[in-house]
């Protein structure tokens, strides 16, 4: 085996050694007083306890799964009963992603509230270290996982084979049980997490900020603990297993389409890699983009006298992530050039391309994915045309501050459906499929970074929340609060970047299922094809029904119980009688767990049985409609709640509608605070959660493609006969049909030449005379 | 030509002759007080107004649509310069279906109140016969005009020819053009209507019964004229365009389907009507359901001495709207096998089905509109769980009562979308496409029943306002007030109802659109149909944002005009000055007809551009992408509207929320106003467009089919030459390959004759040895 293979799970160890110095870095900072030392210890304990009892739940299906995977995987020859254990790995590499991220995330917080009490520097780096370990740790235990995998199957399956052979085919059949078990856990981590941190969050303030009038994570509000362990849950926790999940899917699925890629003469690439080349660039991308994303880290600092400045820290976090891209912009282009062989032609399915096609892939993948985070920006941003049409709204209450949003959400689907379309048709002329696939690997690349930043958002908000709990002085806070600002942004664009990718992935899982399933198309003419599609397209919405109630439930339990203790504690209100933090938190624990179960099993369980009641053909239909329902309504739920929140936040320093200034308390405030919270649980639970229903539906399909075909070969065969058919009636019927035939037979001698062979069978059955009294009707 | 063909304009005939009879019955009757008339003509006036403005603008459209395309058709060999005159048709006979309803509708409007002071038998009799008038004037006018207009075209483009030739096919493309004018007649009117009545009706609310404290229809509001008039343009003269459009479309998707039926020898029909029984059977079944309509409204009636009992007149329209959809039932078994070819096989695009299949399908049709209407009256009722949940969820305010509504307007997608999928399944199983068109035939043969019952639930409403602002005694508006309540859940059905003929018909069109470009199929896995899919499902999304801002900023404008008016005109408050009604007719009139033009092009221009530039497959997935998320965003908006709606009218008999009851004017109650207040512009202007823009986009592609065919006519030439040799490799890479070319050799000689004919050709080109090691290394 080359040893290039053995370069991508070192450069992801490159990642954990990092994150093991950082996080060193980290444990060593000063945690501060006591008082703090004790509320981040509350914390910590509730994000343990939940990520225990979630772990536990999972374990189950970790191992019922996994047994039906195996039993499954060897009852296929295509397949292996070892996707059982490929699966296994997935799904603890995920889970252990999540733990990483909420260990040091429950560190940081605290040192970051300290460090606060120093300088907004010092605070900025704690915290967006802080990040960094999880963004390097995340990516780190996804590419050793990944590339010492995909070394160990080849070496079990298909010693020293060409990467067209049978025997790589199947070690990437039994990978992609690696990236099943690592989104199914992203899925339950996200929606659990997201169902969890909104119930504390609207319960919390519900009760506390709108019945007892305190203000937000006051140390006297019984639910104030569960909000804080709701952030390191959902946002930490869940955010990482989600982005690990997306980005071993996007490899994952650019592997399996450069298995198909072949030279013009029908064979293996002679790259000098046995025809390799193609499946191990997106590893080497990925690998790389690690290093590029420890570079920008260095990037993201202000200087000491930089003063109390939103704009200093976003422009910080901008260059850093601007270096990480543009370094992955540049790399890339020699990684391709050296990596692919030179001025060669490669094939997938019909389509030819070369070398710099692929880097031209590449850069159409950079630039959706930094145009998805420009658009999502202006429709979420402080003083922009769709926040302020929200907040003018918000003058005539409640109804028309939701009429707006709405609006503003569903408004916001058109540009980045219009890039993400341009995207997919660049770089499908860029490289085929081949070139979509690889486009959402190097928007991907970056991913390190992407995470850094998005994590350093909760950490600073927690931050936020110990240094009010231990009432430290209200200049520290001043100083989280700006951190926390630039937070919300990050978050912002982080999503519109997420939803872009898992399209892009999704696409590219997609066409690497239709080959894996050995059919010609997805044809939604077919009337059970576009009866998948309608099904497909309504999961999300019943997703989203469920995750929204779910909220909406557990937040009521959490109003309930709050009132109980402010009711039965003595002394609560003056700060006297100690609350039980304690049940708060397990209310939400308990309800995310229940509720996670239900939208889960349908993100698991329906294209099981699509795909095998009806076959692999309505089966793509109906991942098609989940991929197109899901992104839309992805981008419609993440995007109103995010505009929402933002006009809530602009009352913070007074808005003008009609000439009149209005404050917080006013009544537009208090309509623009229905609105944001009605955009909590779109923009935190369902509209996050909608990226991994629809890779994780994508992945099931591939892993499940090689039995359902071989249970529907009979139908198959029989559709593309029909199909050859109806094409050979279209063309018989065009004008110029003989000409046109034979130009055809000149191109594809080899289809001819299998019917010619065939030609005595023929003669007898039918008389030259009735085929052209038939041949000249027309169609 | 057959006198059958007579037949069918005839029976649209007696439904004409019916309409005019019941008209001036209708006019016959007692208008009532000297106030009542004067508040009836104010009513009348604007509505008039209205549709003068609206039909101005529309006829600058008419006029430019048409020269175009007149223009596409005479550059087109398979179609004709007078599809322009068959569009002026289509759009003047929707126009005027328009026209008709709120004729009589604001004559029936006062005549009801009238009828109310005696007895509620004879409110009902009125308003429901003024919702007959309209049912039958509406279908009549359809039924004439297509069954007329198809015998001028085969008179004039195919005298005397079969039904399969180019000929026919010429005038059934001419004919389209009839159903593009009606349909786009229709979403103008549609969305034009639905915006000015829900700015008028919400912003009468916002500032009338929130600000001044008066409850609604007062006649001191100088918004309340706008919203009766909202009433009778939205609710009246939009839903007959609208039903005009889906009417005429239906029909005619299955006529184009119906073209293509051959039987199994490959010529057409030995039916005895030229091989026509197919194409007219869709439009018997329609002139059918009229006769079927007009008896059943027979059994609308109420005793004398019912008392004021809502549930007995819901009993009386129900029996009527199953009268005459078991009567439907029951004929169509007849003429179906009276007039398709008895035992015999019959064939469209492969698949093969008999007379009984197609009345199969068209059992299924009636079937999935039941069911549709069944499960859209389990969402929206009161009393049952949906309803049930948003009220408690009203208990803890403003936020969770819109979370609560969204929820259900979501989950209620599930189970519509699982009957639509089986029901398109199950009709194909029945009579392939064929049977998926006459399904949605068969669905909507009872539309002048389901119109009659639709349109007396506004005349009910107007009629209530009329004797509010007439100061008529409190019993006459009870009376009104059972007949509203009974028109809301009609409405309410009657969505579900539109929703699920739109969607079979769209799919019934878009079965048509693939035949008549051309092309193999639409498959979704090539990167520029997806990108088509992605691009078609935001248009729904897209519109809806256009159409629910219209409303909140039209509101917002009335708002401020009556706060003027309660500001400057002396004595108003105490009734004594009078308030400008026109004037604020005038606002709503602008804001509509400016505001509508915005959705209403992307609509009609997307699927332009998209074909013209991309061709015919692109485009195919750009309508399905737009048919599945508009199926989905109307039925959410509908029930999530409908259901608000409900929650909201609980509280005026009080409701229980843990334990306690709330009455109007309670914070509870408050909380379902917002609701109520954000679905009124998803279930009255976004939601109900949904069903005209997914048609209407459709047969936009329909008629420039055979023009962006022959402009991408090499692309599509290409593809099919792809595709072929696609699967000849998958059939190669095929186990037993060669006994199952064999066999399809067996089937379908004359494919394989043409390979062999071209022989020589390939012998030069390739040796066979070349082929053979090519051929032995799989795919």
Chains 1, 2 share one sequence.
Not at 112 to 134: C, D, E, P, Q
Not at 582 to 606: F, W
């Amino acid at each position: 085996m080359n040893n290039l293979f053995y370069v991508v799970p070192a450069l992801g160890l490159i990642g954990l050694i990092f994150t093991i110095i950082k996080s060193r870095w980290v444990a060593a900072q000063d945690p501060g007083l006591d008082r703090m030392k004790e509320i981040s210890k509350y914390i910590a304990d509730g994000a343990m306890a939940f990520l225990k009892a979630e772990y536990r739940v999972m374990l189950y299906f970790v191992v019922i799964a996994g047994i039906l995977l195996g039993i499954m995987g060897y009852s296929n020859s295509s397949s292996h009963w070892s996707i059982a254990l490929s699966f296994v790995a997935g799904a603890f590499l995920s889970a252990l992603a999540g733990f990483i991220g909420m260990r040091i995330a429950t560190k940081a917080n605290v040192r970051t509230a300290n460090a606060a009490r120093t300088s907004l520097k010092k605070a900025l780096a704690v915290s967006f270290t802080g990040g960094s370990v999880m963004g390097m740790g995340v990516t780190g235990l996804a590419v050793i996982g990944l590339g010492g995998l995909f070394i160990v199957l080849l070496m079990t399956f298909a010693p020293g084979a060409l990467s067209d052979t049978q025997e790589v085919a199947r070690a990437i059949e039994v990978l992609t049980g690696f990236s099943l078990g690592a989104e199914s856990i992203a899925l339950f981590a996200r929606v659990g997490g997201g169902i969890y941190t909104k119930a504390a969050d609207v319960g919390a303030d519900l009760v506390g900020k709108v019945e007892a009038g305190i203000p937000e994570d006051d140390p006297r509000n019984p639910a104030t603990i569960a909000d804080n362990v709701g952030d390191n849950v959902g946002d930490v926790a869940g955010m990482g297993a989600d982005l690990f999940g997306s980005y071993v899917a996007t490899i994952l699925a650019t592997m399996v389409l450069g298995h198909e890629v072949l030279g013009t003469n029908g064979v293996s690439l002679a790259d000098g890699y046995s025809g390799f080349s193609p499946i191990l660039l997106p590893m080497l991308i990925a690998g790389a983009g690690i290093i590029f994303s420890i570079i920008g880290t260095f990037f993201v600092t202000i200087s000491e006298n930089a003063g109390l400045s939103t704009a200093k820290v976003q422009a910080a976090l901008n260059k850093g992530n601007w270096g990480a891209i543009i370094l992955t912009a540049i790399a890339t282009y020699f990684i391709v050039n050296w990596l692919l062989p030179k001025d060669t032609t490669m094939v997938l399915r019909g389509t030819s391309f070369t070398s710099n096609g692929v880097y031209g892939a590449i850069l159409v993948g950079l630039g959706v994915g930094t145009l998805m985070s420009v658009i999502t920006e202006y429709f979420t941003a402080m003083g922009k045309r769709p926040v302020k049409s929200i907040i003018r709204q918000s003058g005539t209450g409640h109804a028309t501050n939701i009429i707006g949003g709405l609006a503003v959400g569903m408004e916001s689907t058109m540009l980045p459906v219009i890039v993400l379309a341009a995207g997919i048709y660049g770089s499908f002329l860029c490289a085929g499929l081949y070139g979509v696939a690889i486009a959402s690997a190097g928007m991907m690349a970056t991913t390190a970074m992407q995470l850094a930043i998005d994590a350093f958002g909760p950490i600073a908000d927690n931050a936020g929340g110990i240094a009010e709990m231990s009432e430290l002085p209200g200049e520290v806070r001043e100083k989280t609060d700006i951190l926390d600002a630039v937070g919300n942004t990050t978050a912002a664009t982080g999503k519109g970047f997420a939803i872009a990718s898992a399209a892009l992935t999704s696409l590219a899982l997609f066409a690497a299922f239709v080959g894996i399933a050995k059919i010609d198309g997805i044809d939604i003419y077919r009337a059970d094809v576009l009866a998948g599609l309608f099904i497909g397209a309504m999961i999300p919405f019943i997703f989203s029904a469920f995750a929204i109630r779910a909220v909406g439930e557990a937040a009521m339990a959490m109003v309930e119980e709050v009132r109980r203790q402010f009711r039965t504690i003595p002394g609560i209100m003056e700060g006297k009688g100690t609350p039980e933090y304690d049940k708060c938190v397990a209310i939400s624990t308990n309800a995310s767990l229940k509720k996670m179960l239900l939208p889960g099993g349908i993100a698991l369980v329906s294209p099981l049985i699509i795909g095998f009641v009806f076959g692999p053909e309505v089966l793509g239909g109906f991942l098609a409609g989940a991929t197109v329902s899901g992104v839309l309504m992805g981008m419609f739920q993440n995007n109103a709640g995010g505009a929402w929140d933002n006009a809530k936040k602009s009352f913070e320093k007074g808005v003008e509608i009609n000439g009149e200034m209005h404050y917080k308390k006013s009544d537009p405030h208090k309509a623009s605070v229905t609105g944001d919270t009605v955009g909590d649980p779109f923009k935190d639970t369902s509209g996050p959660s909608m990226n991994i229903l629809i890779k994780l539906m994508s992945i099931v399909s591939l892993v499940i493609a090689p039995t359902i075909t071989k249970m529907h070969s009979a139908d198959i065969h029989k559709n593309l006969l029909q199909k050859q058919e109806d094409i050979h009636n279209l063309l018989k019927a065009e004008p110029n049909q003989d000409a046109r035939i034979n130009q055809f037979l000149l191109e594809n001698a080899d289809t001819a030449a299998m019917f010619t062979l065939h030609r005595p069978t023929l003669i007898e059955k039918r008389s030259s005379k009735e085929f052209l009294s038939k041949n000249q009707m027309g169609s």
